[in-house]
């Protein structure tokens, strides 16, 4: 299942791989499943046809994004090499948004538009305002990144619900033992 809980794109997209340190758990496990994610995360309104190459060049899209963020919260600078994959895939053609008469939008285009959509969002981000605001959540076994638009800067999970409770009832277990 996936989450969207980053308050961003790019960063949900990075959080298909729920947690990168203790062991490297991939949601992305087929084609298919990209598309499935493009859809969920609003990016195409219908799965598109997903070749194996289309997910590598995804996969590469997400860990260069990853660094970049990492990156960000190291305060260094953006490593050239996974900038360079960001920036190429920005440039392709983007995704055919319509308006409708109803307010409605719909979103229409193949699974590598929708690629170019996520790195042209992830040039956003980095470039953007938001990157000083990108956080690593506070339970150590998860990974995910989110931006902490609260006031003070003082969110420490990704999700309350997925990691804030169960990074609290792991503290109240060890000062129970
Ligand atoms: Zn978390």
Redesign the pocket.
């Known amino acids: 299942m996936f989450t969207f809980v980053s308050g961003n794109r790019t960063l949900d997209f990075i959080g298909t791989v729920k947690s990168r340190r203790a062991e490297f758990d991939d949601l992305l496990t087929s084609p298919a499943e990209l598309g499935k994610w493009l859809t969920e995360a609003g990016i195409l309104d219908t799965a598109p046809e997903v070749g194996a190459d289309t997910l590598r060049r995804a996969t590469r899209l997400r860990e260069a994004a990853w660094h970049l963020a990492l990156a960000e919260t190291d305060g260094a600078d953006l490593p050239a090499a996974d900038l360079r994959i960001v920036n190429e895939l920005a440039h392709g053609e983007p995704i055919r948004a319509t308006l409708n008469p109803d307010g409605t939008v719909r979103r229409t285009g193949t699974a590598e538009q929708a690629l170019t959509e996520i790195a042209r969002d992830a040039i956003e981000l980095f470039g953007g305002a938001d990157h000083a605001r990108i956080r690593e959540?506070?339970?150590p076994e998860?990974t995910?990144l989110y931006i902490d638009t609260s006031r003070g800067g003082s969110r420490r999970?990704?999700?309350m619900t997925?990691?804030g409770n169960r990074a609290k009832s792991a503290a109240f277990r060890a000062r129970q033992s």
């Open positions: 959540c506070g339970r998860c995910r999970w990704c999700d997925i990691c």
